[in-house]
């Protein structure tokens, strides 16, 4: 262990090597390279580190606590589980971006300051691109320049948000905020993007399905889970939170139903976990904190195993439409199992990690006597079971043979799988080993009587309106169609209903993107000049710079978005 020395510097430098080494060597570099990282987090003490003095203000770039900690060590065991998932394929690429990624996102979740949480923020998008671009198809380059727009675009906010909150409040200090100033509310719309709150989220159904086989995987930990982990440090406690959760719980399971492609209704699936999170930082107790660490946690292992499981499907068989699968539980009998073990921990059933976990948020939430919030989590904890925890396995694995005969998946992804299966089983078997981590004491115990038979019977509910339905046939049916969420306002609606003399304002705005994109980034350049001389602060030439930058911005998304 060297002191003081932030873990992420180590997978951020390391991974521009990745190219450098031939194989096999460079198999063997990018699994010591997060074991190394993580081993120098594991043994690091709690505190403030590698302080950078910056005209006025000092960055703390490197604290280490309880929070962070969890967070730290999960994103470092979902980049190892990643590089061995990904061993299969021979393109530097994956391993290159997605360690960049992997310490980018470890380097914000050690942010001690707003400026420091900026950058590493921005550069998590700038890295994650490249799984997306990695699939080298015509849907997925698009996809990945929509993601990269409003990814740098909640980054730009994010600067703006921090420029005004040192106005407003003279400190960068990545700390509780609230939504009473300006500035407060800026950041806490950088955070809503990444975190895909309601009418924000499309990026993540749109993306993530895009993406290569593996980076799915690596894109699964991170983005969204940089953003819970931002919103339970600056905003635990905040009531809008509650609501925004719930929502976010319950929405996505219609669009996951009547979704074919399984690798979208994963993503659903994701923003519905999310919003578990979501809610248990709104509630901002110390039970429900723990939950919300706890659940992100046990999420990204439990859907990293989901996506891991139909990566090698898509791999093998070449689709992941529902429609097109079926009985492949024949050819891939171990990729069957392990989408099991995921499916049975997203249900939450007991002796898996997502009943240990969820059930603290549940917990919290009826401690609080918040009844129509915990109804709506009911549903939510039902419907999911229906989407992931039946819909996935059924529809790829059994339902009618679809007459695929392929080879189970490569032995990379059978080992990642195998290791994602057993921690999920672990956790779920001793929680405590979980408990000990978390960011607050734990006295809470997941395995009473009345937790586990609530549970079960909600889950065999579940399971019997699936098969009436199914029985009954007016479960919606797998077929080859096109979902439309609220991405069709901009990307269609706007595109066939602008008059032609609108149009042509349109064309102007299209000509002008360049220009727009270029005066965004000389503001911001001017405004983090003013603001490194601390004179930004009461420079209201400056602060309207950076509010125009945003608008400009703003309109160039609008614009990228369309088609």
Not at 455 to 481: G, H, N
């Amino acid at each position: 262990m060297i002191d003081g020395l932030n873990p992420a510097l180590i997978l951020i430098f390391g991974a521009l090597l990745v190219p450098l080494f031939p194989q096999p060597w460079r198999t063997a570099y990018v699994i010591a390279l997060p074991l190394v990282s993580m081993l120098q987090l594991v043994l690091h003490p709690y505190g403030s580190f590698a302080e950078v003095p910056l005209y006025e203000m000092t960055l703390e770039t490197f604290r280490l606590d309880g929070l962070s900690f969890v967070f730290g060590l999960i994103f470092h065991i979902a980049a190892v589980l990643g590089v061995i998932y990904a061993l299969h394929d021979d393109d530097p690429v994956h391993p290159t971006a997605g360690l960049l990624y992997a310490g980018s996102a470890i380097g914000a979740a050690f942010a001690g300051d707003l400026v420091t949480l900026f950058v590493y923020w921005e550069l998590t998008a700038a890295s994650s691109v490249f799984l997306i671009w990695a699939r080298r198809t015509e849907s997925a380059f698009k996809a990945g320049m929509r993601y990269l727009i409003i990814q740098i675009g909640s980054g730009v906010i994010l600067l703006a948000g921090l420029v005004l909150h040192y106005n407003e409040s003279g400190s960068i200090t990545f700390a509780a905020m609230d939504l009473d100033t300006v500035g407060g509310k800026l950041i806490f719309l950088a955070f809503g993007i990444k975190c895909a709150f309601p009418f924000l989220h499309n990026w993540l159904q749109d993306t993530y399905p895009e993406a290569t086989a593996s980076g799915t995987v690596l894109l699964s930990a991170f983005t969204t889970k940089l953003a819970v982990y931002a919103l339970a440090r600056g905003y635990a406690g905040t009531d809008m939170l509650i609501w925004i959760g719930a929502a976010m719980t319950a929405f996505p399971i219609f669009y996951a139903v009547i979704e074919n492609d399984l690798r979208r209704v994963l993503a659903y699936s994701l923003n519905n976990q999310l919003g578990f999170m979501v809610v248990g930082i709104g509630i901002g107790t110390q039970l429900s904190i723990n939950g919300a660490a706890a659940h992100a946690f046990c999420h990204i292992l439990y859907k990293a195993l989901l996506f891991m499981s139909m990566g090698a499907v898509l791999l093998r068989a070449g689709t992941c439409k529902g429609s097109e699968l079926g009985g492949l539980y024949k050819s891939m009998p171990f990729t069957t199992v392990c989408c099991i073990i995921g499916a049975a921990s997203i249900s939450a059933f007991p002796l898996f990690s997502g009943f240990v976990s969820k059930s603290m948020i549940v917990s919290a939430v009826a401690y609080e006597h918040l009844t129509v919030v915990w109804l709506m989590l009911i549903f939510a904890s039902a419907g999911v079971f229906h989407h992931s925890g039946i819909k996935i396995p059924y529809f790829a694995f059994f339902a009618h043979d679809s007459g695929i005969r392929c080879e189970e998946a490569p032995l990379s992804m059978r080992i990642a799988m195998g290791i994602t299966a057993a921690l999920c089983i672990g956790i779920g078997v001793f929680p405590g080993l979980l408990y000990a981590i978390l960011p607050y004491p734990v006295d809470y115990v997941p395995y009473t009587t009345a937790h586990v038979i609530t549970q079960l019977q909600l889950l065999m509910y579940s399971a019997l309106a699936f098969t009436v339905m199914m029985v009954w046939k007016i479960y919606p049916p797998e077929l080859r169609s096109v979902v439309l969420d609220t991405d069709w306002f901009y990307r269609r609606l706007l595109a066939r209903t602008v008059p032609p003399a609108l149009d042509a304002v349109f064309d102007r705005v299209y000509h002008a993107q360049a220009y727009a994109l270029t005066t965004t980034i000389v503001a911001v350049k001017r405004a983090g000049s003013a603001f490194a001389r601390s004179a930004l602060a009461r420079d209201n030439q400056s602060t309207n710079m950076v509010t125009w930058a945003v608008l400009a911005l703003a309109v160039s998304i609008a614009w990228g978005m369309r088609g």
